[in-house]
Nanobody, 126 residues
Framework: QVQLVESGGGSVQAGGSLRLSCTLS????????LGWFRQAPGKEREGVAS???????TYADSVKDRFTISKDNSKNTLDLQMNSLKPEDTAMYYC????????????????????WGQGTQVTVSS
């Protein structure tokens, strides 16, 4: 059974940093597309960053140059380093896994992903 477990959320002041981590089990780790998504109250879930099986990375414009996605195949983990955080980054953050066939233009679309973690809250105060 595929499981994704996020950790690392918390509260931070604007300009600060947080690092989220997701541990994946029950799947062929090297053959899946992985992504980070977030959802603020009253808003739709939005893609933040994704990394494909070939290592190609996609970022949402709102987080480019501030967030960095990375994966460690030996540890089956997916990380999201978040720097220069802003109040508008406040949301529940989820990691997700989907098939290797997800094309690059669609890697930030939530409906492309099959498996989801339970989420970790990130709160940024001004």
């Amino acid at each position: 059974q595929v499981q994704l477990v996020e950790s690392g959320g918390g509260s931070v002041q604007a300009g600060g940093s947080l690092r989220l981590s997701c541990t994946l089990s029950g799947y062929t780790y090297s053959n899946i597309c992985l992504g980070w998504f977030r959802q603020a109250p009253g808003k739709e879930r939005e893609g933040v960053a994704s990394i494909g099986t070939d290592g190609s990375i996609t970022y949402a414009d709102s987080v480019k140059d501030r967030f960095t996605i990375s994966k460690d195949n030996s540890k089956n983990t997916l990380d999201l380093q978040m720097n220069s955080l802003k109040p508008e980054d406040t949301a529940m953050y989820y990691c997700a896994a989907g098939g290797s066939w997800i094309l690059t233009p669609f890697r930030l679309q939530a409906n492309q992903y099959t498996y989801w973690g339970q989420g970790t809250q990130v709160t940024v105060s001004s």
